[in-house]
């Protein structure tokens, strides 16, 4: 499903990366709270644009100081991605990949986070985490092909998977410089 240009709402994620004491790049991920409309999906931080937000840059850095406490001035932006739209909830999603320093702890945002999942991208591009399946949703007639990480017992797909798959590659590569 699409939808028209002018039915999307803005949103914005922060793709939070880091490198580990080993030397792994490594990526800060959610697990959002049970409810609403993309509850206990993997996701990067993240959420719809505010009308006090300056821009989509200033959205992602807002949802990510809410959701996991991440301070907005320690985050080095690294690069704007492709804009990805969801196929079936109507976000027009902006992310942008920032170098962030891991707290000792993490403070969520209980009412919108379950849960924080640090993973490394060499984790994520190894074959027998990817995969694929049929999923029904209820505004679609026909099942669709979805594909997918594996992220311990959870499922990475949709948008943040369209978002990630492309990207894995540049940050193995070392495309950036990643502290």
């Known amino acids: 499903m699409t939808h028209p240009d002018d039915t999307l709402v803005d949103a914005a994620v922060l793709v939070p990366v880091y490198r580990g004491p080993d ?5 800060v991920l959610v697990r959002r709270a049970e409810g609403g409309v993309h509850g206990g999906q993997i996701a990067f931080p993240g959420g719809k644009r505010d009308a006090r937000d300056a821009s989509l840059l200033d959205t992602a850095l807002r949802e990510a100081r809410e959701e996991i406490s991440i301070d907005p001035a320690s985050v080095e932006l690294l690069a704007e991605l492709p804009v990805v739209e969801t196929h079936s909830t109507g976000f027009r999603i902006s992310p942008f990949l920032g170098c962030v320093t891991p707290p000792a702890r993490w403070q969520v945002d209980a009412r919108e986070i379950s849960e924080v999942l640090d993973v490394t991208a060499a984790d994520l591009a190894r074959p027998e985490v990817s995969g ?14 979805i594909r997918f990480y594996r992220v311990g017992a959870h499922k990475l797909w949709g948008a943040t998977h369209r978002i990630l798959a492309p990207l894995l590659p540049d940050l193995l590569d070392g495309r950036w410089r990643i502290r």
């Open 132 to 145: 694929e399946e049929m999923r029904r949703f209820p505004q679609f007639p026909e099942p669709l092909l």
């Open 23 to 27: 030397g792994a790049v490594r990526l």
